[in-house]
Every structure is written in structure tokens, then in C-alpha cells.
């Protein structure tokens, strides 16, 4: 019948020196290696949790910030300082704006001054990009290479126990070189496991994080061209303002005097000369007789 006495024992009074001295040099320079591996992958697993943390304390704080600003364009970051991702695009951008700045007077110098800015954007992003995946493809490597390397010393202890036996081996013999060659896959399987899960979940965060940045770059090409038009209808109120008014190239109309209503305007008669009197003769006049 079957019992928990029958069941073989989980625990062992040999420690793990002794599953070590039966191990010989490759697989104990093997097991280095692997306990070495795990350090390093709790180490940058720790330290990339930390990074991603403090870049998005930084972003919101600075995005939050930027909010305040009157204009974007008006910004100037040093180079020597050490700047957030966000921090940085509006650093690039506002570069790229600089070549142009006071030349915009029509939508044709939007564009071009647009077409920079975007460029310098796209440069940032992709250059923020290989920072946000800084440790991940050493975490990748921890994830893929640990089983192999440990099935290397698995293998090659395997291998030597194997050919070391003669024709009146024992389970007793063969027992020792199969444990110690077995201690590699598990220190493979320990570095493998924890960076498995930690690679997936920072992972998620760096791509949710390029997302955020993705978003944030074109809500700050949208503010940048906003406020160039702004600039641009500024610049064409002014000079407006400041030309001369226009003269007029028609000559002026004459002065007609006013003449009363329903009667035609009276045109100018041509002068005359007057005649000279003539004379009557006074015979011819009837009844000149009677009167003298």
C-alpha cells in the first residue's frame, strides 16, 4: 500500500559543497560563470526598474511645467545639462526653430520651418529610443543563454561521468558525477527564470513609455506650428502698421458749382464781342414828321 514512507526524500544532509566537489573544472568554471550571470541580471533588473522610475517622474514633472510656458519656442536648454527625454525634444526642437526665427511671413516659411522641426523631433525620438532600451538586451541574452550554457555543463559532465565507467559500474559510481553535472542546469535555470519575468514586465514599460513619447512629439509639433502662425500674423500686422499709405494716381475731379434741383447745369456761353450801334435814318421812321 502505498504510503509517505515510501516516498523518496526531498532533502538531503549533503550541502551544496558536495554537489560541488563532484563537479570537475569546466563545469565548475561553467557553474561560475552562470552564478556570475545571476547577479548581474538581478543587478540590471533592479537598476532598469529604477531608471524607467525616475525617467517618468522627470517627464511628467517637466510636461507639467511646460503647460505654464507661454510659448515653446521661447525655451533654451543648456547642453551640459543633463536632460529628461521630454526636456530634450523641446531642446532639439526649438534648435531647429532658431534657424528660422524672425523670417516667417507666409505659410510657405511655416512649412519649411516645420519640415526642420519634425526632422529634429524624429532625430530625438530615435536617439531617446536606445536609451529607454538600455539593459534589455543583456536581460534578452540572460533569458536565452542561461539554459544553454547550463545544459553545456550538464552535458559535458554527463559525457565525462559516462566515460570514465568500467564494466562493473554502479549505480554508486555513476550516481556522484551525474548529481555535479546536473548543479549547472539548475544555476542556468536560476539566471534564466527571474530574468524571463523581469524582461517582460520592463519590457511592457519601455513600450508604454515610447508611446507616451510618440504622443508627446506630436502634441508638441502641433504647439511649435501653433504658435509660428501666431508669429507669422504678428509679423504682417506689424509691417502693415508701419507702411505708408497709398496715394492716389487719378487726378482730382473738378469742382461743378451746385445748381438747383430739376433745372440743368448751366454750361458756359462763349464770349461775344458786342457790334457797333448803327445808325437809322429818321425819314424812314413813321410819324418822325408829326412829332418834330
Given at each position: 500500500?502505498?504510503?509517505?514512507?515510501?516516498?523518496?526524500?526531498?532533502?538531503?544532509?549533503?550541502?551544496?559543497?558536495?554537489?560541488?566537489?563532484?563537479?570537475?573544472?569546466?563545469?565548475?568554471?561553467?557553474?561560475?560563470?552562470?552564478?556570475?550571470?545571476?547577479?548581474?541580471?538581478?543587478?540590471?533588473?533592479?537598476?532598469?526598474?529604477?531608471?524607467?522610475?525616475?525617467?517618468?517622474?522627470?517627464?511628467?514633472?517637466?510636461?507639467?511645467?511646460?503647460?505654464?510656458?507661454?510659448?515653446?519656442?521661447?525655451?533654451?536648454?543648456?547642453?551640459?545639462?543633463?536632460?529628461?527625454?521630454?526636456?530634450?525634444?523641446?531642446?532639439?526642437?526649438?534648435?531647429?526653430?532658431?534657424?528660422?526665427?524672425?523670417?516667417?511671413?507666409?505659410?510657405?516659411?511655416?512649412?519649411?520651418?516645420?519640415?526642420?522641426?519634425?526632422?529634429?523631433?524624429?532625430?530625438?525620438?530615435?536617439?531617446?529610443?536606445?536609451?529607454?532600451?538600455?539593459?534589455?538586451?543583456?536581460?534578452?541574452?540572460?533569458?536565452?543563454?542561461?539554459?544553454?550554457?547550463?545544459?553545456?555543463?550538464?552535458?559535458?559532465?554527463?559525457?565525462?561521468?559516462?566515460?570514465?565507467?568500467?564494466?562493473?559500474?554502479?549505480?554508486?559510481?555513476?550516481?556522484?558525477?551525474?548529481?555535479?553535472?546536473?548543479?549547472?542546469?539548475?544555476?542556468?535555470?536560476?539566471?534564466?527564470?527571474?530574468?524571463?519575468?523581469?524582461?517582460?514586465?520592463?519590457?511592457?514599460q519601455v513600450k508604454i513609455m515610447t508611446t507616451e513619447l510618440e504622443n508627446y512629439a506630436s502634441s508638441l509639433a502641433d504647439r511649435i506650428e501653433l504658435e509660428l502662425e501666431a508669429e507669422v500674423r504678428r509679423n504682417l500686422e506689424a509691417t502693415r502698421a508701419s507702411a505708408p499709405a497709398p496715394l492716389s494716381a487719378q487726378p482730382p475731379i473738378p469742382q461743378v458749382p451746385h445748381s438747383?434741383?430739376?433745372?440743368?447745369?448751366?454750361?458756359?456761353?462763349?464770349?461775344?464781342?458786342?457790334?457797333?450801334?448803327?445808325?437809322?435814318?429818321?425819314?424812314?421812321?413813321?410819324?418822325?414828321?408829326?412829332?418834330?
Amino acid at each position: 500500500m502505498f504510503s509517505l514512507a515510501t516516498l523518496p526524500l526531498l532533502a538531503s544532509d549533503r550541502g551544496a559543497m558536495w554537489f560541488y566537489e563532484q563537479m570537475d573544472g569546466p563545469g565548475r568554471a561553467i557553474a561560475a560563470i552562470l552564478l556570475v550571470c545571476s547577479f548581474i541580471g538581478w543587478g540590471a533588473m533592479i537598476q532598469k526598474w529604477s531608471d524607467i522610475q525616475e525617467i517618468r517622474r522627470r517627464n511628467h514633472a517637466f510636461e507639467r511645467r511646460l503647460r505654464d510656458e507661454s510659448a515653446v519656442t521661447a525655451l533654451n536648454f543648456p547642453r551640459s545639462a543633463a536632460l529628461s527625454p521630454y526636456e530634450f525634444l523641446v531642446a532639439e526642437s526649438t534648435t531647429a526653430y532658431q534657424r528660422h526665427r524672425g523670417k516667417m511671413g507666409s505659410r510657405q516659411d511655416i512649412a519649411l520651418c516645420m519640415g526642420h522641426v519634425e526632422n529634429a523631433i524624429q532625430r530625438g525620438i530615435s536617439r531617446t529610443l536606445v536609451k529607454y532600451e538600455e539593459k534589455m538586451v543583456l536581460l534578452s541574452s540572460l533569458v536565452s543563454g542561461g539554459p544553454f550554457l547550463g545544459l553545456l555543463g550538464t552535458v559535458w559532465g554527463v559525457m565525462i561521468t559516462f566515460g570514465a565507467l568500467t564494466d562493473k559500474a554502479t549505480i554508486s559510481m555513476l550516481a556522484p558525477g551525474v548529481s555535479g553535472a546536473l548543479v549547472t542546469t539548475t544555476l542556468g535555470l536560476i539566471v534564466a527564470i527571474p530574468a524571463t519575468f523581469g524582461y517582460n514586465y520592463l519590457l511592457t514599460q519601455v513600450k508604454i513609455m515610447t508611446t507616451e513619447l510618440e504622443n508627446y512629439a506630436s502634441s508638441l509639433a502641433d504647439r511649435i506650428e501653433l504658435e509660428l502662425e501666431a508669429e507669422v500674423r504678428r509679423n504682417l500686422e506689424a509691417t502693415r502698421a508701419s507702411a505708408p499709405a497709398p496715394l492716389s494716381a487719378q487726378p482730382p475731379i473738378p469742382q461743378v458749382p451746385h445748381s438747383p434741383v430739376g433745372s440743368a447745369p448751366s454750361s458756359p456761353s462763349p464770349q461775344v464781342p458786342p457790334s457797333p450801334p448803327t445808325s437809322i435814318p429818321t425819314d424812314t421812321i413813321p410819324g418822325w414828321e408829326d412829332a418834330r
